[in-house]
């Protein structure tokens, strides 16, 4: 997750997967006025950048903080916060701060903002869920203990014998060095990534022990700070922060309204009550571009839909099950009937948008087929009923029905769709085990690698790898191919990573997005990136 599941998990249906809301806030100012600008997003999971590895809360974290590096059109690095980012041999980095950033508190940003942030992150007893991104940083595995009875014995793994990297180092109040356990030439687009944003001294209780209300009120280095609090399920505001070095807003402030019904989201819209709908609504694709006129945008995104077996059900073990299910699955039909062409079928497990992508890598297991799927599936002896569970907030009962639909017909089974009412309550059902079915899952890319497909999704421990997907030759070629020298060769190693993955089938692929969204007459210049956020610094008053 930056976007989100790293992971930000994507939670929407539709062209994007940030979470649809609805926003009071359209009409016109009157004088001298603030300008705001309402945005409709879902309930993040947590506000602390660390933790945060879902779209909704990736999105208000986007306004909060300033990262080290953005990434231009090509998907190339930019010093943002960083002043230099710098590596003779891609193992030790270098990292320069510019001066003149502050906290929204007034404290001056420093080395040690981003050094305490990230060993609090690392920190095996922490739970953070990015925590996986630090894993290439030299004393991670220090931090992070493996239990000797395995993760489900009945010790607690040890105690860490400490809580700092031993690849972090201070080199002046600007200047820390990074050193990783490996080379990996891809390190500078990494640091990019919602989890590695710095925290200012505010934030700890103590050393190494955040305030337990922090992420209720963020404190960031960023464009806008928080105005109030986060009213959860509600809304969160955000208002210009004068003292900021960089790029001004145009705008004074953002509200992010918290939906989870879309439906009300673009009736908000419709009505002038809600200035931006990250995600139109699959049941509204028809009628926007007459409802909204030029106000209705597409681009492009790293979006990729599918669906995930839990390895901890036994009826999906066998991997002809697997492989079955996915050949019964008519995607095209689906991209076409419920989503009018906004989304394109997935035959791969990465993203168009990243270096790297192969058209039908997943081969014959992503082709239809329903007469050999069947033959399959019952020679495999698939189980008569599939469940699939879904977050309500984020529209997908239709395509899950039509899934569903076709599952009945081509394979003789019983099909149901189970919502959940928030992706968050999904997330924790499956982080604990519960029988949920087969995963509804979204990703978007946290920084432009083809690894960032892999890794964090399939590999052992991977912080998005909800079902538990292991392969140790898997792990070892995704490592491969971020230690290799160039990254032309990197791609050629993490392809063979994604043969794997067609070979074994942990989850289903299933549609690449694109952005589908819409915004009111007020505003100007709406741009949504790769990663599903709303471009801020571009929005400007329409008059």
Request: aromatic letters at 10%; proline letters at 7%.
């Amino acid at each position: 997750m930056r976007g989100h599941f790293p992971l930000k998990m994507a939670v929407g249906a539709t062209a994007i997967m940030l979470l649809a809301a609805g926003c009071s806030g359209g009409g016109d100012d009157a004088g001298d006025e603030a300008f705001v600008v309402s945005i409709g997003i879902g309930e993040p999971q947590h506000l602390i950048p660390s933790n945060t590895t879902e779209s909704n809360g990736a999105e208000v974290l986007a306004a909060l903080y300033t990262p080290l590096v953005d990434f231009d059109a090509n998907n190339n690095p930019v010093l943002v916060a960083a002043e230099s980012i710098e590596s003779p041999d891609n193992k030790v980095w270098t990292i320069k701060l510019k001066d003149g950033y502050t906290f929204h508190n007034g404290e001056k940003v420093t080395a040690d903002n981003y050094i305490n942030a990230w060993n609090h992150a690392a920190y095996g007893p922490n739970g953070m869920g990015g925590s996986y991104f630090f894993a290439r940083i030299q004393g991670y595995d220090e931090l992070n203990p493996k239990d000797p009875d395995g993760e489900d014995g009945p010790q607690k793994p040890p105690t860490p014998p400490t809580n700092k990297l031993s690849g972090l180092a201070k080199v002046d109040d600007l200047t820390f060095t990074v050193t990783l356990k490996e080379p990996f030439s891809g390190w500078r687009s990494v640091m990019g990534y919602t989890v590695f944003y710095p925290l200012p001294n505010a934030a700890w209780a103590s050393d190494g022990v955040l305030k337990e209300d922090f992420e209720q009120a963020p404190i960031g280095n960023g464009p806008f700070k928080i105005k109030g609090k986060w009213e959860h399920d509600s809304k969160i505001e955000v208002e210009k922060y004068d003292a900021y070095p960089g790029e001004k807003p145009k705008i004074d402030g953002v509200l992010y309204k918290i939906y989870q019904d879309q439906q009300a989201q673009y009736a908000d819209l419709s009505s002038g009550a809600l200035d931006i709908v990250t995600q139109i609504p699959i049941e509204n694709l028809a009628s926007a571009p007459t409802d909204l006129g030029d106000r209705f945008k597409t681009s492009p995104n790293s979006v990729f839909q599918f669906v995930g077996f839990p390895t901890f059900l036994e009826q999906y073990s066998k991997v002809e099950v697997r492989k079955a299910i996915s050949m019964a699955i008519n995607r095209k039909e689906i991209t076409d009937s419920i989503f009018r062409g906004s989304q394109t079928p997935a035959t791969s497990f990465v993203s168009p948008a990243v270096a790297g992508y192969r058209e039908n890598s997943c081969g014959e297991a992503c082709t239809y087929d329903p007469a050999k799927a069947k033959a399959m599936y019952e020679a495999a002896g698939g189980p008569k009923q599939i469940k699939i569970t879904y977050n309500v907030d984020g529209g997908h009962k239709a395509w899950v029905d039509a899934t569903c639909n076709q599952l009945k017909t081509n394979l003789g089974v019983d099909c149901v769709g189970v919502g959940e009412p928030k992706f968050a309550d999904l997330l924790t059902k499956v982080e604990k085990k519960e029988d949920v079915g087969l995963i509804r899952m979204g990703w978007l890319m946290d920084y432009p690698l083809m690894e960032n497909y892999l890794g964090p999704l399939y590999g052992t421990g991977g912080s998005s790898n909800y079902y538990g997907y292991s392969n140790p030759e898997f792990d070892n070629l995704v490592k491969q191919g971020s230690a290799a020298k160039t990254p032309e060769e990197a791609i050629k190693i993490w392809q063979q990573a994604e043969d794997i993955l067609a070979r074994d089938m942990p989850v289903i692929p299933l549609r690449h997005g694109q952005n589908v969204f819409g915004h009111s007459e007020r505003v100007k210049n709406v741009e949504v990136d790769k990663y599903t956020k709303v471009e801020l610094l571009k929005l400007e008053p329409a008059s």
